[in-house]
Structure formats: structure tokens, C-alpha cells
């Protein structure tokens, strides 16, 4: 069923229906799982989700950077379908199928580097994130895994550690995993002697750190999102990650790219390490991957993966037949209607009405990202960069109830991040940014 290309609002957001159905879920769903906007969906196709009033809005999220080849994407459905009607599980630790062995091929072939590579399967970002620690551990013989500031890396214990940010994720949660190191990210809006200065001194203060607080001897993994998300779509300090992967390198040290965020055709490339050059010895991937079926995994250097004993990674879904099947299909439309070359017509659309908007608007203190992973971080403005998160969660509640699905992130609450599905067309886009700048013409007159 095609969904029409264009945003309706009959109704006030939340509608009626939303509204009835937000008070029966209130009764149901444990509150601590909320939902920046409770409108309940219905269908969702293109750059468009339709809820239960009919409401239209457009997409600016994609499910937290998953639906990137679109919702329901035809060939995503098509599979699915096909591989839900032979068989939906036999677990693969107990008999395996060919969809699995196929995904780790084309993450094999996909991921940066040309070494000899192999993968596993999970089912969610953090359990991938978990693994690829365990992996590491186990490879190098060392427990110390340094993890960066504003970084995001999940919900579960483990993760929970190497997660930066304490509300919502941490709080009254601990105690968290140990050996974990926390350093500074070096994040260019925000370095204290100016972004020209930030990869390098970032990099000698992460050096001095691991040195005098960990000792490299000890330390198994560096782990980083090339972009980071949550954290507020840091785009490290250029030179930064080519310096961690050459110390690394020289320390025995593996490093973890985290690009369950950034991966497949997100930030214009098939990963964001490849915009660098760098070539991770692990790499975390979930979300983009199939298309909205749930599916992680890690993939890396042969003999780093293969370091494990046999049975000692697995899980009762891990590589589940229907979640490959959606991810073949996934990475097929990817390279059949070249996504990464939508991505990068999505950034150049995006830039340069947010660089117009910045120029226009003194609280957008820095406007950042890649492909289509793009956001603004606002600040009070005119030279004062003090973190507005009131602003911003004013700005993404106007955009909310015009019918524009916006995200927010930043350890300050300050960002506006955006994520469109890969399916939107430049109108829904060019809609969208149209909505954002009225937002922020009536915010800041009021
Ligand atoms: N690593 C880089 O972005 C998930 C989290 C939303 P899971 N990001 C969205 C929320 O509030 O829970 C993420 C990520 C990076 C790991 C994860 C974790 O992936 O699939 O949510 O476990």
C-alpha cells in the first residue's frame, strides 16, 4: 500500500485516538519506556508516518536511524515475507541456515579494510557492543576498555558503563561493569583553544590519561562512535580517530568503532570510518542494517574474532532467519538505488538551509554532522554558548504538533538532531526544514 508523500494535520498532535490509546498504555507499559511523541502509527512508508487520526507527519527520525532504506521498504517487505512463510527459527547455534552465513559475507565485504574479516550475529545494538568487549577481552588478554565523553553505547550493564550520560540512562541503575576508562572527546565546538587545536591536544591528553591511569599494557579496546549520536552527533576533531587507530596499532590496543548509529549509507558512506580512512579492528553494527528487524553485529580481523573458543558467543535469536532475510534485502536497496548518493543530496539540502538559519538565528551556535545525520546544537547565542535545552525542547515540540517527527540529544539536552529515511523526497525535506525555521522564528520573537 503507498502512503501519499505529503503531511496532513487534521487533528491536534496527539489526536483523539493517540490520546485514548496513550491513557490505556499509561495502565499497561511499565512508564519508565516513554516516547518523545505518543501519536501511535499506524503505516509508514517514504519519508512519512501515518497514525491512527489519519495524521500525516513527516519523518525526521527513522526510528532512531534505522528505517534507512524507508518503512515497510518494498524489498525489505518481499523478503520478510518469503522467509517468514519457510521456516522463522531454528536457532543457528542449534542448526543453521544460509541467511546468516550471507549477512556475515556482505558485512565481511562491506566494512572498511580488505584484511580477512569475519562476523557474528546479535540482536541489538547493546548485546553487539557486549560482544565486541568480550572479543577483545579475549583476543588481547587485557580487561581496561577506554570509552569517550558524551558517548553512547547502550542500556545494558556493560554498556550502561561506557555510556557517558547519567539522566535518563544511569540513574539509581549502578553498580555499573569495571575496567571501563572514560576520556575526553575531542569535540571541535566545544574545545577549549578552538577547534584547530582539538584532534591533536585531544588525542595528547587521551595519551597521558591511558598512560598514567590505565597503562596501555593493561588496556584491551578503545572504543568510539566515528560520529557520536546520542551524545549530540559529535563529528570528532578531523585527524582524531587516524591518531587513536595509529596508537592503537602501536599499543596492541584494538580499536572498536561503534557504528551502530553511522553504519550503512548513513552518514554518506557505506561507514562513517570511511570518510577517514580508518580501519577499525572491530566494528559494531545494528540499526540501518535490516531495515527495522532487529539485528546486530560484530564483525572484525579473522584471527580477532576467531581468538574466542568455539561456543563461547552465541544467543537463542542471534542472526535470527527473518531479520537476515531483511537485511539482504536491506543492503540490496542500499547499492540498487545508491543510497550512499542520497545521503550525501540529503546533507548538501540540509547544510545549506541550516547554515541559513544559523546565519539568521544567533542560538544555533554550531551546525554539524554527515549524510543524512545531521543537527544543530543550541546555545543562549551572540558569542554565549551556555547549552539552551529549554530552547530546544520548545523547538522540537513546535515541530511535534506541525506534524514533524524531530529528535533531540547532546549530554546538555541541547541538540536537534535529524535522521530522515533515505526513501524522503526534497519536498518532505525542504517541508520540514520550512517548519523548523518557523519554529525557531516564533520561539525567539516570543
Ligand atoms: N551504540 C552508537 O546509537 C542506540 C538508543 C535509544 P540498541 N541508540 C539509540 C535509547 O534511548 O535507548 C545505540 C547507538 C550506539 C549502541 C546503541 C545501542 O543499540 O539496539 O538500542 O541496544
Redesign the pocket.
Known amino acids: 500500500m503507498t502512503i501519499e508523500q505529503k503531511r496532513v494535520v487534521s487533528t491536534e498532535i496527539p489526536g483523539p485516538l493517540s490520546l485514548a490509546m496513550q491513557a490505556r498504555r499509561s495502565v499497561a507499559v511499565a512508564s519508565g519506556v516513554s516516547s518523545t511523541l505518543p501519536v501511535f502509527i499506524e503505516r509508514a512508508g517514504g519519508g512519512i508516518l501515518v497514525d491512527i487520526d489519519g495524521n500525516q507527519l513527516i519523518d525526521f527520525g527513522s526510528g532512531?536511524?534505522v528505517t534507512t532504506v524507508g518503512n515497510a521498504a518494498p524489498r525489505v517487505v518481499d523478503a520478510v515475507a518469503e522467509q517468514v512463510a519457510l521456516f522463522t527459527h531454528t536457532c543457528f547455534m542449534v542448526t543453521p541456515y544460509e541467511g546468516y552465513v550471507a549477512v556475515a559475507e556482505a558485512l565481511n565485504e562491506l566494512t572498511p579494510g580488505t584484511h580477512a574479516k569475519k562476523s557474528a550475529l546479535f540482536n541489538?545494538?547493546?548485546?553487539a557492543?557486549e560482544n565486541a568487549i568480550k572479543i577483545a577481552r579475549h583476543f588481547t588478554g587485557r580487561q581496561a576498555i577506554i570509552t569517550f565523553d558524551h558517548a553512547?553505547?547502550?542500556?545494558t550493564n556493560l554498556?550502561m558503563a561506557l555510556t557517558a550520560k547519567n539522566m535518563p540512562?544511569k540513574q539509581g541503575f549502578g553498580p555499573f561493569a569495571g575496567e571501563i576508562y572514560r576520556v575526553a572527546m575531542a569535540y571541535p565546538y566545544r574545545w577549549p583553544t578552538g577547534p584547530e587545536n582539538c584532534a591533536q591536544e585531544a588525542f595528547d591528553a587521551f595519551v597521558s590519561q591511558v598512560h598514567a591511569q590505565v597503562g596501555e599494557g593493561n588496556t584491551a579496546a578503545v572504543i568510539i562512535?566515528p560520529i557520536q549520536?546520542?551524545g549530540g552527533f559529535i563529528v570528532p576533531a578531523p585527524g582524531f580517530l587516524r591518531l587513536l587507530s595509529d596508537w592503537c596499532t602501536a599499543n596492541g590496543v584494538l580499536l572498536i568503532a561503534?557504528e551502530?548509529?553511522?553504519g550503512f549509507c548513513r552518514t554518506g558512506d557505506w561507514f562513517a570510518c570511511d570518510a577517514e580512512g580508518v580501519v577499525p579492528d572491530l566494528i559494531?553494527t545494528?540499526?540501518g542494517i535490516a531495515g527495522g528487524l532487529p539485528l546486530?553485529a560484530v564483525t572484525g580481523r579473522a584471527e580477532v574474532m576467531d581468538a574466542v573458543h568455539v561456543g563461547g558467543l552465541g544467543g537463542t535469536y542471534g542472526g535470527n532467519p527473518v531479520a537476515c532475510a531483511a537485511a539482504l534485502a536491506a543492503i540490496e536497496t542500499m547499492r540498487a538505488e545508491n543510497l550512499i548518493g542520497r545521503a550525501r543530496e540529503v546533507e548538501m539540502l540540509m547544510m545549506a538551509r541550516l547554515h541559513a538559519m544559523a546565519a539568521r538565528f544567533p542560538q544555533i551556535g554550531d551546525v554539524r554532522g554527515r549524510g543524512a545525520m545531521i543537527a544543530i546544537e543550541l546555545v543562549a547565542g551572540s558569542g554565549d554558548d551556555t547549552p539552551d535545552a529549554a530552547l530546544t525542547g520548545a523547538i522540537a515540540k513546535a515541530c511535534h504538533s506541525e506534524g514533524l517527527v524531530v529528535l533531540t540529544a547532546g549530554t546538555f539536552g541541547n541538540v536537534l538532531r535529524f535522521l530522515p529515511p533515505l526513501s524522503i523526497s526534497d519536498d518532505l525535506l525542504s517541508e520540514g526544514l520550512d517548519i523548523i525555521e518557523a519554529a525557531f522564528a516564533a520561539a525567539v520573537a516570543g
Open positions: 532512531i536511524a541489538s545494538g547493546a548485546e557492543v553512547y553505547h547502550g542500556r554498556t540512562y562512535e549520536g546520542e561503534d551502530i548509529q553511522t559494531t545494528a540499526k546486530a
